[in-house]
């Protein structure tokens, strides 16, 4: 046993010695002063280092938006009642877009199928392919591309517009305007009116529920339970006055820097809140 221990040390003792001779016999032939050889080794190393650094960060930010899905997910299913449609109301005079639409991306992620996003002064629907750049943007910083596997559909003036693919389920967002409040009720009234005038109807036919099924939209999007209101302006502002009867509002300061648990809580608020619907 004594042999063999002695046979082995003194053969790790002739391949350190070789090391060492191939070591010393690059470095000079390579380059005198050693600076290419230092090259060669951080050639080598620095990659690998860098590499491992960049699979620490990915993987990192990829179980952070695992965990912000799996998140909301549980947040929505922990409710006790979530809406089926929520409105935006922004009352105030410089809306920030980057907000909005993280606004917006959370009420998908949680299960809202609907959202309305709302100002008085026609900014957003001015801007409304801004706004959807934006959303799109968040959704895939907060959720990744596995919130990519539905579709999301944008619709404006009435007219349906299926635009991207956004959020992990199947969502609407409608952007709104002044002229889908009292100015459609308006419209509405003028044709009626006029086919009257044109003998199509007579005034007997004009009834609530036909004004209802003129001012719906044509995938009949249902009333807002929720609207959250931003902004000091005691006022609807015109939104939506004949689809808001039975809505339930929360005020909230402001929508600047709002944060997910701002939203989470007027949610937990509305959960709570007992609606008896004119009862």
Known sequence: MALVYDFAWRLLHALLQLHRTLVAWFRSHLWWNGRLWKRAMSALIVP???????HKKCVAVTGKRVGRRQRFGADGKAMEKLPLHVGLLIAEEEPRYSDIANLVVWCMAVG??????????GVFRRNNSRLMEEILRQQQEQLGPEGSKHSVEFLSNGCDKQDHQVLSCQAVVKVLSPDD?????????????????????TAKDIDVTLLDSLLREPKNIPDPDLVLKFGPVQSTLGFLPWHIRLSEF???PTHIDISYEDLLGALQSFAGCEQRFGK
């Not at 809202?112 to 002064?121: A, E, G, K, R």
């Not at 409040?181 to 109807?201: N, P, W």
């Open 48 to 54: 690998l280092a860098l590499g491992f650094s960049n």
């Open 112 to 121: 809202i199928s609907y959202v309305s996003v709302y100002d008085n002064q």
């Open 250 to 252: 929360i005020s909230l």
């Open 181 to 201: 409040g009292r100015q459609g009720i308006v419209e509405v009234a003028r044709k009626l009116c006029h086919s009257v005038e044109q003998r199509e109807r």
